[in-house]
């Protein structure tokens, strides 16, 4: 499996910013999948925020949308999540993870990594 490492998390007052990444080990399975960004808050099942495809297409969470924006910069085995508007319904800890383009719902190419926390203060 791919080894990702997230990154960029902190607390941040409410509407404020901030942008994390999501760097992975092996570049071809990278590249040629989608990435996506998902969140668990405690108590609460692990939740899709945002997703971006090999193409570039990407899909957010309705409570996400309009204030988030994922990216991905292939060269870099890279991918981001700029956060803006932050609420504090949006604490949580973020992990990232790869998805065959053809199965959204199918299995994850890389490991689960320690995430990055998020900590939006009202």
């Known amino acids: 499996q791919v080894q990702l490492v997230e990154s960029g998390g902190g607390l941040v007052q409410a509407g404020g910013s901030l942008r994390l990444s999501c760097a992975a080990s092996e570049s071809k399975i990278f590249r040629i999948n989608t990435m996506g960004w998902y969140r668990q808050a405690p108590g609460k099942q692990r939740e899709l925020v945002a997703a971006i495809t090999s193409g570039g297409t990407t899909n957010y969470a309705d409570n996400v949308k309009g204030r988030f924006t994922i990216s991905r910069d292939n060269p870099k085995n890279t991918g981001y999540l700029q956060m803006n508007s932050l609420k504090p319904e949006d604490t949580a800890v973020y992990y990232c993870?790869?998805?065959?383009?053809?199965?959204?719902?199918?299995?994850?190419?890389?490991?689960w990594g320690q995430g990055t926390q998020v900590t939006v203060s009202s």
């Open positions: 993870n790869l998805r065959s383009d053809s199965l959204p719902k199918g299995p994850y190419f890389g490991s």
